[in-house]
């Protein structure tokens, strides 16, 4: 299996290009990642570009963030659009066999920026993320979570086929305060391969 510091970056789609983050890019991201429409549904949004950029520039964080750019038809450049999370991990497996586990599966999450949504982007972006994680990183599951509040990310997992394995009440608390009620999904090599 390949790790993601050995793929060959940028990822291309029809639209996109999806590139490992930089620091000259902190900026850009943190511009769509501070506004509430976008913040209230991420797990992490720290409250200043100082926090955010202390945030993403660690090396952890880094290695599993990545940026998603589109033409600028006016100027021709790139523009960062969102970001998507590709974080890498084991499944759990019994001791006797947990060696065979490491490293299998990864853990998916995005954000788009407003003004780039509805227009299947971010379909486009997280399916190219799945075929990486199904083919050159040959992982055998990705899965996503989400509150259930937050219907444009679970409707955008069921469209690229993912399964509601877990619909939770009250479970996940939000920066808010409010307990609010979660959903996890899947999805299986095979199955990804079976919609291909």
Same mark, same amino acid.
């Given at each position: 299996? +390949?790790?993601? #510091?050995? $793929?060959e970056?940028?990822?291309? @789609?029809?639209?996109?290009? $999806?590139?490992?983050?930089?620091? =000259? ?8 990642r ?10 992490? +949004?720290? =409250? @200043? ?5 202390? @945030? ?6 880094r290695?599993i963030?990545f940026v $998603? /750019?589109?033409?600028? !038809? ?8 969102g970001? $998507?999370?590709?974080k890498?991990?084991? !499944?759990w497996?019994?001791? /006797?066999?947990a060696? /065979? +586990? &490491?490293?299998t ?5 995005w =954000?788009? !920026? ?8 971010? @379909? ?8 990486? *994680? ?11 979570g *989400?509150?259930?509040?937050?219907e444009?990310?679970?409707r955008l ?9 877990? #619909? #939770?009440? &009250?479970?996940?608390l939000?920066?808010?305060?409010e ?5 996890n999904?899947?999805?299986l090599?095979? /199955? ?5």
């Amino acid at each position: 299996m +390949a790790a993601l #510091s050995d $793929i060959e970056w940028p990822l291309i @789609t029809a639209r996109l290009r $999806i590139r490992p983050l930089e620091d =000259a890019d902190l900026d850009a991201v943190w511009e769509f990642r501070r506004l509430p429409e976008v913040n209230r549904w991420l797990g992490r +949004a720290p =409250a @200043t570009r100082q926090a955010f950029h202390d @945030t993403y520039s660690a090396p952890e964080r880094r290695a599993i963030t990545f940026v $998603i /750019e589109m033409a600028d !038809a006016l100027s021709g450049e790139d523009a960062i659009i969102g970001d $998507i999370m590709i974080k890498v991990g084991d !499944a759990w497996a019994q001791a /006797e066999v947990a060696d /065979e +586990a &490491k490293g299998t599966e990864a853990e998916l999450g995005w =954000a788009l !920026a407003p003004g780039f949504t509805g227009q299947g982007l971010a @379909t486009e972006a997280v399916s190219a993320v799945i075929d990486l *994680c199904f083919g050159p990183l040959g992982l055998r599951r990705v899965h996503a979570g *989400c509150f259930a509040a937050n219907e444009p990310s679970w409707r955008l997992m069921e469209r690229l086929g993912m399964r509601r394995e877990e #619909s #939770s009440r &009250k479970t996940a608390l939000h920066r808010s305060g409010e307990w609010m009620d979660g959903l996890n999904y899947g999805l299986l090599a095979e /199955e990804w391969a079976g919609r291909r």
